[in-house]
């Protein structure tokens, strides 16, 4: 799969498997007709995105964990806490907002009402429990795409002031439902990098809902209080 960040905690490497795939060989095809790498990637939105923790001491898969599929580009922050592992990541739908970069689909933005949903993303937050029983209790599993169907399951996630959660489903998959930081679209996020694999407050990303008052606003995210401060100034855009 395009994996474009990873995260690394105090025990382990983060690896977010996404359904976007690099086909190889259309990579050596597009090195020599000189098309883009856009079109080597192919989406698979009905395969779950899986995320893999790997031992950093011995390079052994110790835990997987699955999601609704969603596109990312970017991981703002990582980090264990009572055995769990957060991690939180700017989240997309789909990849559709890679479309979105070709200088021609910008020119045309105005004219196109799909350009802005195409780039809505959040940041999200996944808590991914690291003990859990080998084996389900539950039997009377009903379809895991549906709201209620989690009712009868147990929350795996313990933490406290956390509203993400985790499911342990009879065939033993842990599936995660992620809790939303900021109802804005948040893109090329920072945090003080002194922070980085430890338990954090803050992070600023730039605002990537083109449809808003101004684009290019700045971000300041408080997640412990659930509050964001933004900042912007006419006709300017900051870069990454």
């Known amino acids: 799969c395009y994996m474009h960040t990873f995260g690394i905690t105090e025990n382990y490497y983060v690896i977010v498997e996404q359904p976007l795939t690099v086909s190889i060989p259309a990579v050596l095809k597009s090195q020599i007709v000189n098309e883009p790498m856009i079109s080597c ?25 699955h999601a609704e599929a969603f596109f990312f580009l970017h ?23 890679l479309n979105c970069m070709y200088i021609e689909s910008m020119r045309k933005m105005q004219n196109n009402p799909d350009y802005a949903r195409m780039f809505r993303g959040r940041p999200l937050r996944f808590v991914l429990p690291l003990n859990y029983p080998t084996k389900s209790k539950i039997s009377n599993f009903l379809s895991w795409g549906c709201e209620s169907s989690f009712d009868n399951f147990e929350n795996l996630v313990t933490l406290k002031d956390m509203n993400a959660s985790a499911y342990q489903l009879p065939d033993g998959i842990i599936f995660c439902k992620p809790e939303l ?3 804005l ?12 694999g430890l338990d954090y407050q803050y ?30 100034e006419n006709n300017v855009y900051p870069s990454e």
């Not at 990637?41 to 964990?65: A, S, V």
């Not at 980090?79 to 989240?91: A, K, P, Q, R, S």
């Not at 605002?207 to 971000?219: E, F, K, Q, R, W």
């Open 75 to 97: 991981i703002i922050n990582q980090y264990e806490n009572d055995g769990h592992l957060v991690i939180d990541i700017c989240c997309y739908k789909d990849p559709e907002m």
């Open 203 to 232: 992070f600023y990303a730039i605002s990537s809902d083109v449809d808003g008052d101004n684009p290019g606003t700045l971000i300041k995210v408080d997640i412990y209080n659930k509050t964001k401060l933004t900042w912007c």
């Open 41 to 65: 990637l192919k989406w698979f939105g009905d395969k779950m995105t899986c995320i893999y923790l790997i031992d950093r001491q011995t390079g052994e898969l110790r835990h997987t964990f």
């Open 181 to 183: 930081l900021c109802n």
């Open 185 to 196: 679209g948040c893109e090329t996020p920072r945090i003080c990098d002194k922070n980085l």
